[in-house]
């Protein structure tokens, strides 16, 4: 058999005023061809899972088209346009194909398709026909629409958060879209959208009610004639209609058993709703749990500042609280190209005076006084050889400075915004992080793989950003009403 694989993969925070342009997509997030293999192959990716499955199940993969870029603003006409119109061109010149394996997020808004990956779906089917099975796994914060599932066969979603199981949830959905093309089994999906958000902080699959959930999927999905059941936790700084949590259940052959797995899914998904919500810690009272820990390192997540939601990773909050309350040993990153260049133009011993982060109209804080030395220079390249968050192995910072001040704080300074799921940024450039008191990560969930091992103390705070906590915080124009926790709401009714 012969399968095609291609995605254009974002998650679209309609908050962020920066946009996914073409430019964004181009500076290091498109690969096609064997670029694709070169960039995922032994990696814990979606696309890592769909090389290794098809190699052992002997069935021939071509890549056609990859995109991706660090969660921002939506995606512009022109780069949606221009991405999914090449990877639509070459899937059509170089079929005809026996199955499709799509890597697409399901939190993708793009300026004139709020439900992008239903659009992406649907022109791939418009390609293959009704016959070809079309398989995709999603992130676990997909807004799921009913059109996007209409248009895929097999619809398989992330199970953990932090994100370490993209390459084994590949694996499955290759098996079954593989076992669809053979005839072997006729996939029948069903989807239950629920009038629920769940708060950021609450969204951990090693912790309850999210354990429990979880759980229940797997339970579902091992009953006979099952194939697969999902928890969808959904997005909620994306302003859009499917904007929630969702169930998916997959049964061979009867849609309305699907239907009834997916229903029990969701209904203890709703049972537990109150549970799913979470208020955070202020910035101080995380300064004082700092001062109480005796020993540290004590990770402090920054969530406002999220990257891994969009946020620009130049937030000041904690930094600025850190430096009035005289708080040393502390390391953390920041996106600022501009004072990193400056480092390097300077030179490694360098003395200078910044003003680093908080170089945006989103950004939180201000930017903040710093004198010290430069430490160390790098292109910011670097790699991460175990399953971390989302399975990334490859990274690009860009030019990069480690930059020493006199508050006894260490600042990893990127011209790239990069998610903090890997403590390869920092130890690259010389600096291990078990040796601070007080390290700050951009992020909620997908630092926990990476920095919850050397961590004495994981605490959520409630900072300022674009993926701030409090939902309140926020003017939504597109979501549904009622839901909960912003109006009172009621389990749906089957239709």
Not at 53 to 67: R, S, T, Y
Not at 198 to 226: C, F, H, S, W, Y
Not at 416 to 430: C, D, E, F, P, R
Request: glycine share 8%.
């Amino acid at each position: 058999m012969r399968f095609a694989t291609l995605g254009l993969f974002h998650e679209a925070n309609t908050f962020a005023p920066l946009p996914a342009d073409l430019r964004l997509f181009e500076d290091g997030g498109v690969f096609r061809g064997k670029e694709i293999v070169e960039q995922y192959a032994g990696s814990a990716t979606t696309y890592g899972g769909y090389l290794v499955a098809c190699e052992q199940l002997d069935i021939e993969l071509v890549p056609l088209l990859a995109a991706f870029v660090t969660p921002t603003g939506s995606i512009t006409r022109e780069a949606f346009e221009s991405l999914v119109g090449e990877m639509i061109e070459r899937l059509v010149r170089q079929g005809p194909w026996d199955g499709v394996l799509l890597n697409v997020h399901g939190a993708a808004v793009a300026e004139h398709f709020p439900d992008a990956d239903a659009e992406i779906a649907a022109r791939v089917r418009s390609v293959v026909g009704p016959d070809v099975p079309v398989g995709a796994v999603l992130d676990m914060h997909a807004n799921v629409s009913q059109e996007l599932i209409d248009e895929l066969t097999v619809t398989l979603v992330y199970q953990t958060n932090p994100h370490v199981d993209p390459g084994a949830r590949a694996v499955d959905c290759t098996k079954l879209v593989a076992a669809a093309a053979r005839r072997e089994i006729r996939p029948e999906q069903a989807l239950v959208r629920l009038p629920l958000v769940v708060n950021i902080a609450r969204q951990d699959t090693a912790e309850q009610p999210m354990a429990d959930l979880v759980a229940k999927a797997r339970e579902l999905a091992a009953r006979p004639g099952m194939l697969s059941a999902s928890v969808v936790e959904g997005f909620p700084y994306a302003d859009v209609a499917e904007m929630g949590m969702s169930c998916i259940a997959i049964h061979d052959g009867d849609r309305a058993k699907a239907e009834a797995a997916a229903r029990e899914l969701a209904r203890s998904i709703w049972e537990q709703r109150v549970s799913l919500q979470a208020k955070g810690i202020t910035v101080h009272q995380a300064l004082d749990i700092v001062a109480e820990t005796p020993d540290g390192p004590v990770v402090l997540l920054d969530v406002g500042d999220n990257i891994g939601g969009g946020a620009p990773g130049d937030s000041t909050e904690i930094l600025a609280a850190a430096v009035k309350r005289g708080m040393d040993s502390l390391v953390q990153t920041l996106w600022d190209p501009e004072s990193a260049q400056r480092c390097i133009e300077a030179g490694v011993g360098a003395r200078l005076r910044l003003e680093v982060g908080a170089k945006h109209t989103h950004s939180a804080g201000r930017p903040v006084s710093v004198v010290g030395h430069v430490r160390a220079v790098s292109d910011g390249r670097f790699e991460e050889p175990t399953p971390t968050h989302s399975g990334f192995r490859f990274f690009d910072a860009g030019p990069t400075a480690v930059f020493e001040t006199t508050h006894g704080h260490t600042l990893v300074l990127n011209s790239k915004a990069v998610i903090n799921s890997s403590l390869q940024q920092l130890l690259s450039v010389g600096v291990d992080p078990a040796g601070y008191r007080i390290v700050v990560a951009k992020g909620v969930n997908s630092p926990r793989a990476a920095y919850g091992p050397i961590a004495k103390r994981l605490v959520v705070v409630d900072t300022d950003g674009v993926t701030a906590m409090g939902l309140d915080r926020f003017t939504y124009q597109n979501r549904a009403k009622p839901l909960y926790p912003f109006e009172d709401a009621e389990f749906p009714e089957q239709s």
